[in-house]
């Protein structure tokens, strides 16, 4: 039998997850500086099988504005630069036969206002997660009423989750601030 401080604390190892899938999402969004992140959904074919950028070669921060990718195994630079092109993230790799180089653009306001509504609907998408949570922990909780768990038990584990739901929609929303502040930066 699942007790009240069990659903507890199932809710809120789901709601952590819901956190980190925002800051995954968010690091892939780039900002006016270089992140090696913003390659992490780019996918290459390696022997046949789609296998994600980050297993195939180095990837640096050089500057500001640079990042270097460097494939462990050389032949596969051409299939990793055509990735990088086809990836919809806007960027050219220059390639000198041993490296790749991505020189960051400057990012337009226009581009920055889409960035920040992209934001805006990740921590969007996260909040409601972290809400869904918090319903299915309700429901639990209210199953277990009369059998398992008093009245005032239950309202008190209510009383929790609440303030469990609060506590991480506020840090996904002070992630949000952060990451928009980020974008905007000249």
Not at 150 to 159: G, M, N, P, R, T
Not at 167 to 180: A, F, G, H, L, N
Request: proline letters at 2%; a neutral charge; hydrophobic letters at 35%.
């Amino acid at each position: 039998m699942t007790t009240g401080v069990e659903v507890l604390a199932s809710a809120e190892a789901r709601m952590k997850k819901g956190i980190e899938t925002a800051q995954n999402q968010f690091a892939t969004i780039r900002t006016g500086r270089a992140n090696a992140a913003i390659l992490d959904r780019v996918e290459a074919e390696y022997y046949g099988a789609s296998t994600p950028l980050k297993q195939m070669a180095a990837i640096t921060v050089t500057d500001a504005r640079t990042l270097t990718i460097s494939p462990y195994d050389k032949t596969l630079i051409k299939e990793i630069e055509k990735s990088i092109v086809n990836s919809g993230l806007g960027l050219t790799p220059n390639n000198d036969g041993n490296v790749l180089r991505i020189i960051l653009p400057s990012l337009t306001e226009e581009r920055r206002k889409e960035l920040t509504k992209l934001v805006r609907k990740y921590a969007e998408e996260s909040r409601v997660a972290v809400r869904n949570v918090r319903r299915d922990a309700l429901d639990d909780l209210k199953k277990m009423k009369g059998k398992e768990v008093s009245e005032d038990e239950l309202k008190q584990q209510e009383v929790n989750l609440q303030k469990l739901t609060d506590k991480y929609v506020k840090e996904i929303d002070k992630m949000t601030e952060q990451k928009e502040a980020e974008v905007m930066e000249v």
